[in-house]
């Protein structure tokens, strides 16, 4: 059974830098042509996609976030984390990982977490 | 950067057949999939690769892709159908995801 489990504080101060966590089971982040994404949804908000990382270690972020936002991962541990600094209150939402497969041309997201809601307010 | 558009907003009345699409600059050319989102929950992937529905998706969700526009349809829609739903593609190595749509089953 594949699940994933997002961790991480529920409340940041603008200026700061978030750390979220995503602990997953039921599969291994060193498989071939799977990964794990961070995706985020505003209150109210679209999806947005923030970045993911690969077995290989291959990595990509968001165009407009890249300089913010660094995703790694801890194999023997089962985890991805994802950093993001000088957050922002704009940066209010709900923080999703998911795990990516990689098919082709395609990327597309099987399984997701809960979701954890972040809020940026001082 | 590459940009997918839907509707915001699709109605339908139940037992009827719901179309929602999704454009983007030749889009055909990419590989297109589509989530469902119920207020409070998480994403659920209902479509990809185009047209292929994961395990445990109902038969009635079908999906197509062919140049400029991905469509999801929902055959004999039902009232467990209203939801958010969104496409989604690959560009280059990032992700990208169209800004959703609201299916109202009425």
């Known amino acids: 059974q594949v699940t994933l489990k997002e961790s991480g504080p529920v409340l940041v101060k603008p200026t700061e830098t978030l750390t979220l966590t995503c602990t997953v089971s039921g599969f291994s982040l060193s498989n071939a042509r799977m990964g794990v994404s961070w995706i985020r949804q505003p209150p109210g908000k679209a999806l947005e996609w923030l970045a993911h990382?690969?077995?290989?270690?291959?990595?990509s972020y968001r165009t407009s976030l890249k300089t913010s936002l660094t995703i790694s991962k801890d194999t023997s541990k089962s985890q991805v984390v994802l950093t993001m600094t000088n957050m922002d209150p704009v940066d209010t939402a709900t923080y999703y990982c998911a795990r990516t497969r990689i098919y082709s041309s395609s990327y597309y997201f099987d399984y997701w977490g809960q979701g954890t809601l972040v809020t940026v307010s001082s | 950067s590459y940009e997918l558009t839907q509707p915001p907003s699709v109605s339908v009345s139940p037992g009827q057949t719901a179309s929602i699409t999704c454009s983007g600059d030749n889009l055909g050319d990419k590989s297109a999939c589509w989530y469902q989102q119920k207020p409070g929950q998480s994403p659920v992937l209902v479509i990809y690769q185009d047209s292929k529905r994961p395990s445990g998706i109902p038969e009635r969700f079908s999906g197509s892709n062919s140049g400029n526009t991905a469509t999801l349809t929902i055959s004999g829609t039902q009232a467990m159908d209203e939801a958010d739903y969104y496409c989604q593609a690959r560009d280059s190595s990032t992700v990208v995801f169209g800004g959703g749509t609201k299916l109202t089953v009425l």
């Open positions: 990382i690969f077995s290989n270690d291959e990595k």
